[in-house]
């Protein structure tokens, strides 16, 4: 027993020493040029496009072809969704994209809200970009950059967009009103992607932030989760004074002691700084993160190490694509409905909210580009410089119980001393924008109200 304490002792004050030492620095802006060939000594065309999402007989006929010629191999008895996506049910969503699902119908959807493109280092960034409808007198609406990951997209925002844009018409206060702007990360959606090796989550913040800075911002707020949230954090340490705050729903602590704190067991877990909430979602370990993170990150492995081998077979297959997908939209909403037979798909989403991200894929042909991403970011091991980095911007975290792994607030104040806001929300997983809008933009006016009070 004494040993116990002596040893939680010793690791606490290990913890604390680390967590306290605040050494502010910043990530050289640098530049880069990620187009085709040498870059042109003429100046880049700057101006900005209007842009609209469209389609053709020819690709919604190539794409019936492709779903009328598919091969399923009958899923395992009672496996539901224990081998990845489960066929049986497969069956009814490709029956439903065949015949029932209106992709003309959805691109005029999609043209709702006013697209964008612009070239920066080389490649054309596609963007959305929202103001509000109607602003109070005097009032000037606040700009927020929201970030996308992987398998998302920027229609992942379309449902929380009004209630950030519009609030009093959704039942929301008016104290802040937004404008949004959700570019698609470059390889990803209508974004060009890199013609040259080495495009990683910096080279994408600086990117963003040179396409805000073109909109004509000079200091903004930004959120995102997956990938989003590390595109968004490197922006906080590239450009600090033009970043108000900086909202996550997800983390990427990579360097952190904490984490042992873990192998004491919930016994120790209020020496550590754990809540009764934190034990309950970190807790047994084993399971609810070591577990976890095996059963979820084969995906991740192949991706950042050979992307292409597995993109060739997806960028071939629209089912093929589907299934690998739409995996990630059960087991990542919610790791309990990998015992469904349904995966629990549509619990939270409608088939076509599901579909149309998934054509964002298939008809611009980005899945090897954006699964390049993890490549790039991880294929060399997490030995960037940012990786090291504290962020020093005000920042907020909405903690989602069903995301793939608990961030405690404790962990999250190792990477951000500036930790101002931190919510245990509701409900919800991984996709927290698609799922639960309204407790996200709940959480982003909360986080705002405390930036603008400070």
């Known amino acids: 027993m004494w040993l116990e304490v002596l040893l939680a002792s010793v690791l606490g004050f290990v913890i604390y020493w680390f967590i306290s030492r605040d050494k502010e620095e910043i990530l050289p802006l640098e530049d880069g040029w990620w187009g085709p060939g040498v870059k042109s000594i003429a100046r880049e065309d700057e101006s900005i496009r209007p842009f609209k999402v469209e389609t053709s007989d020819e690709e919604i006929n190539d794409l019936h072809q492709r779903i009328d010629k598919f091969r399923l191999t009958p899923p395992l ?6 081998y990845g996506f489960n066929s049986n049910y497969l069956k009814k969503i490709l029956s439903y994209w065949r015949n029932e699902f209106d992709w003309r119908k959805q691109v005029e959807f999609l043209n709702k809200y006013p697209h964008f493109k612009t070239k920066i280092e080389g490649l054309d960034i596609h963007f959305i970009h929202v103001k509000p409808p109607q602003l109070p007198s005097g009032r000037t609406p606040k700009p927020l950059l929201m970030v996308h990951g992987w398998p998302g997209s920027f229609y992942e925002f379309y449902k929380i967009i009004p209630l950030l844009t519009d609030p009093k018409s959704h039942g929301l206060s008016d104290e802040h009103i937004f404008e949004v702007i959700c570019p698609s990360i470059p390889g990803y959606g209508f974004s060009e992607a ?7 989550s910096v080279a994408c913040a600086r990117i963003f932030y040179k396409l805000m800075l073109r909109l004509d911002f000079q200091k903004f707020y930004i959120q995102g989760g997956d990938w989003g949230s590390l595109i968004c954090t490197n922006m906080a340490q590239l450009v600090p004074r033009h ?14 002691l904490s984490n042992l704190s873990l192998f004491m067991g919930p016994r120790f877990a209020g020496f550590f700084g ?3 909430r934190d034990v309950e979602l970190l807790f047994p370990w084993k399971e609810k993160i070591f577990y976890n993170i095996m059963r979820e990150s084969g995906y991740l492995h192949i ?12 960028n071939d297959s ?12 059960s087991t990542w909403t919610n790791s309990e409905f990998r015992n469904l037979e349904d995966g629990g798909l549509e619990k939270k989403f409608s088939l076509d909210d599901l579909l149309i991200n998934i054509m964002l894929y298939w008809t611009t042909k980005t899945i090897v580009s954006s699964q390049r991403f993890y490549k790039e970011n991880l294929g060399q091991g997490l030995t960037q410089k940012h990786d090291r980095m504290k962020v020093f911007v005000p920042t907020g975290f909405a903690a989602f119980p069903c995301e793939i792994m608990h961030v405690p607030q404790m962990w999250l104040r190792s990477k951000f001393p500036k930790l101002i806001s931190y919510s245990y929300m509701a409900a919800g997983g991984h996709f927290a924008a698609f799922e639960e809008p309204k407790l996200l933009a709940q959480d982003i006016r909360k986080f705002v109200t405390l930036v603008e009070q400070q």
């Open 77 to 82: 008895e009672d496996s539901r969704f224990h």
């Open 274 to 276: 754990y809540t009764e």
């Open 318 to 329: 629209p089912v093929g694509l589907a299934a690998y997908i739409l995996e990630k939209f």
């Open 194 to 200: 890199s013609y040259k090796k080495g495009f990683n």
């Open 303 to 314: 991706q950042a190490t050979k992307p292409d081998t597995v993109g060739c077979a997806l």
């Open 243 to 256: 970043v108000k705050g900086l909202h996550l729903n997800m983390a990427f602590i990579a360097r952190n």
